[in-house]
């Protein structure tokens, strides 16, 4: 339900967070900046020392090859999931699929996502739809655009909704629109005590879904 956003650069520092709030996270995403900062080798070591599945936050968008290409070495690193945007069209998100599991960009959380990609939010759902991707990201910031993206998506297809914390959203309004996994990154590590930050979330989580 929780999915950790390790967006630190230090290998040493990600393996930390990562074993300290493990009890209380679903799966972890790597995103660039831990990739540059402690090579893709972390990947597989996060997922060695946790057991959680990786999700490879590299938002792909290029034409079917090169997609390909990366998202081959990706999957080989340790990847369970790559995160790659639709708006580059089905061939491009196809050849990525071709290979492994995918979650695929619907909306943005950041305001500028209303300039470009929100607009197009319908056609990204026709894709997922028709292509049937693990997931989708729909904005966390926007409890509305969840209730709608869940509306209009295929059941079965997860929603995870990024920007829960720093960026402004709240946990609670994204679950109860429709997200299946919050993922959250500063909240959790950057927080003084990460640990106790993930156990406070996740008691949160766990009573609104029980309730
Ligand atoms: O729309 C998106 N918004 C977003 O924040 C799609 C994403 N993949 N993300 C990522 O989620 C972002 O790059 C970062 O890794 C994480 C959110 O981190 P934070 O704002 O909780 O620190």
Redesign the pocket.
């Known amino acids: 339900m929780i999915v950790l956003?390790l967006?630190v650069y230090e290998r040493e520092r990600a393996l930390r967070i990562a074993e300290d709030v493990r009890e209380y996270i679903s799966m972890i995403?790597v995103?660039w900046?831990l990739i540059l900062g402690s090579g893709i080798g972390i990947i597989r070591e996060l997922k060695e020392r946790t057991g959680l599945p990786m999700i490879a936050?590299l938002?792909l968008a290029d034409i079917p090859n090169t997609n390909r290409l990366v998202a081959k070495k990706v999957f080989e690193a340790g990847a369970d999931y790559i995160?790659v945007h639709g708006f580059v069209g089905r061939d491009s998100v196809r050849a990525i699929m071709e290979l492994g599991e995918i979650i695929m960009?619907v909306?943005?959380?950041?305001p500028g996502?209303e300039e470009f990609i929100q607009p197009v939010a319908d056609k990204l759902i026709e894709i997922a739809n028709e292509i049937e991707p693990f997931g989708v990201?729909?904005?966390?910031t926007r409890p509305e655009r969840v209730r709608y993206i869940r509306k209009m998506l295929k059941k079965g297809i997860k929603i995870?909704t990024?920007?829960?914390?720093?960026?402004g959203g709240s946990a609670r309004k994204a679950l109860e629109a429709g997200a299946d996994y919050i993922?959250?990154?500063?909240?959790?590590?950057?927080a003084e005590d990460p640990r106790r930050a993930a156990e406070e979330l996740y008691k949160e989580v766990r009573a609104w879904s029980s309730g």
């Open positions: 956003a967006d995403k995103n900046p936050d938002k995160i960009v909306e943005m959380s950041h996502a990201i729909a904005p966390g995870f990024p920007g829960i914390g720093a960026q993922i959250v990154g500063r909240r959790i590590y950057g």
